[in-house]
């Protein structure tokens, strides 16, 4: 396993390219900064005015625990089935879960200054802003910088999973090589690029590669092509829905259109 | 958006499937949430009781946390060779994340402990082991369920993850409902994993009450 590694990396051909590792990685890391930024630029200000004031605190650790629990693979299909245009809604789906770590961070950064430091700083003379900013920041920023850290964490690994929905990144070379990991057949086979949105769960362990492979066979539109999207299904019956539904879980390659 | 929805759980085949899915999703939730602290309590012991240890088990417990969940549950069937799409690998993978996330919980609980009421059992003549079973590891519960808390909100929305590759539990509802563009599945998911986090929230709340009698009445 690890001689296939080294020979798969070592090959130049999985470097470059759109589907090499470089694009890939440049991709993973621009899709994270961009939430990051859009994140801490919403979540600073909101987290230093509740530090500041201490208004709205227990809200904002109860909303901060519903978006850890939020399950990220929900919330990014969600996005992108209400929003048609994939990038945008999945970078919504990041940046809302970039907000807590940082609005903890600087929450808990503001609120933990020493009650007697800031008791100085309005005896010598500070408005509230200049308290803020000189007094406040500085304290928070060593549990700010903490949340920043913790967010950048949790983009990393959110962003692999929004590549199932579409969005580059490294989740993207993830998911092509699980796609052929546990079915070497597919790989040789016609279809390989093609069924990468096949449910592999649908696919008993038992079961052979050529099994789960049925009906990849009709040539479809790779989803890889940036224009390339599914037509709205017709809206089904509930007794359609469970059928469908059963197919889906049973009998996997089937494209459901 | 709501006749879908009602459209979708209408059906008893719908609901049952759906139930499946969230005891599935409970089972890879909470197996590897005890797992995770039973393991980081004998680890967080040991690297207690030898200082030199510590860095030893949290450089790797740091590390292993900030691995992409995803990553974990595919490289995981290539390093213990269990099938890609066998839920084990779910199980061993959130074990990590809930141990790695409590070594330092369960050391610094440790170390918030009193020495002189370790001494003073000590010298009321309890061996190490029965000292840390009758005296440490209780007083250690308040900060350690602190911990579990968290590890439980994190391993329940972590499992959905597994549905990419394919493990049960409610994320299938999720891939279900993108495969075939439909709202429903996906609401249903995200509702039952938050409620489910609530859930189990407020259990582990009522267990840290019930093991903490001396701390009732105190504010948790």
Redesign the interface.
């Known amino acids: ?1 690890i001689g296939d590694i080294v020979s798969w990396l070592g090959d130049p051909a999985h470097w470059t390219g759109p589907n090499g590792i470089w694009p890939r990685l440049w991709e993973h890391l621009g899709f994270c900064l961009l939430a990051l930024g859009i994140a801490t630029v919403i979540a600073v200000p909101l987290g230093a005015f509740v530090g500041h004031t201490g208004r709205g605190g227990v809200v904002l650790v109860g909303l901060a ?2 978006v ?8 990014v ?2 996005l ?2 209400i929003f048609t245009e994939s990038k945008p809604a999945t970078i919504i789906g990041l940046v809302v879960l970039a907000i807590p770590p940082i609005l903890a961070g600087t929450y808990s950064g503001i609120a933990s200054a020493d009650e007697r430091a800031l008791d100085a700083a309005t005896g010598v003379g500070m408005t509230g802003w200049q308290r803020l900013f000189q007094v406040e920041f500085p304290i928070a920023i060593p549990l700010l910088l903490g949340g920043i850290r913790n967010a950048m ?1 949790q983009l ?2 959110t962003t ?2 929004a590549a ?2 579409g969005l580059g990144g490294l ?1 993207r070379l ?2 092509d ?2 796609a052929v ?2 079915y070497p057949k597919v790989v040789a086979g016609p279809c390989s690029p093609r069924c990468w ?1 096949w ?3 649908s ?3 038992g079961s052979s590669a050529s099994s789960c492979r049925t009906g990849c066979g009709s040539p479809q539109p790779s989803p890889r092509d940036a224009a390339w999207r ?1 037509s ?2 017709p ?5 359609e ?2 059928t ?3 197919a ?2 049973g009998r996997p390659a089937r494209r ?1 259109r | 958006m709501f006749d ?1 929805l009602g ?2 759980l ?2 008893a ?2 609901r049952a ?1 759906i139930l499946g899915d969230l005891g599935q999703h409970v089972y890879l939730a909470l197996l590897p949430l005890v797992v995770g602290v039973v393991l980081a309590i004998a680890i967080g012991a040991v690297a207690h009781r030898t200082r030199r240890l510590r860095g030893f088990f949290l450089v790797p417990a740091n590390l292993i ?7 974990l549950f ?1 490289v995981i ?2 390093i213990i060779g269990t ?4 839920p084990v690998n779910v199980i061993v993978a959130l074990s990590l994340y809930t141990t790695a996330l409590l070594i330092r919980p369960v050391i610094e609980a440790l170390d918030s402990i009193d020495a002189s009421v370790v001494a003073a059992a000590t010298a009321m003549g309890y061996r190490p082991l029965r000292r840390f079973f009758a005296i440490q590891l209780p007083l250690a519960v308040p900060v350690l369920a602190a911990g579990v808390r ?1 590890a439980s ?2 391993n ?2 972590l499992v ?2 597994g ?6 539990g ?14 429903a599945p ?2 249903v ?2 509702v039952l ?2 409620l489910l ?2 859930v189990v929230d407020l259990v582990l709340v009522a267990m840290r009450k019930f093991l903490t009698p001396w701390q009732r009445g105190v504010s948790t």
Request: aromatic share 8%; charged share 15%.
């Open positions: 396993m625990n519903i850890r629990a939020l399950p990220t693979l929900g919330l299909t969600f992108f089935l964490l990393v690994a692999a999973v199932y929905v989740g993830l998911l090589g699980l990991l546990d949105r449910q592999p769960i696919c008993s362990p599914p709205r299904p809206r089904r019956r509930p007794h829905a469970q469908v539904r059963r889906v879980r459901l | 879908e459209e979708f209408g059906s085949n719908t499937a946390y900030t691995l992409p969940s995803l990553a595919v069937p290539g099938r890609i799409l066998d968290v909100v994190s329940i929305s959905t993850v549905a990419i590759i394919g493990t049960g409610l994320g299938v509802l999720f891939t279900d409902g993108f495969a075939r563009e439909y709202f996906i609401i998911g995200i994993t938050l986090a609530l």
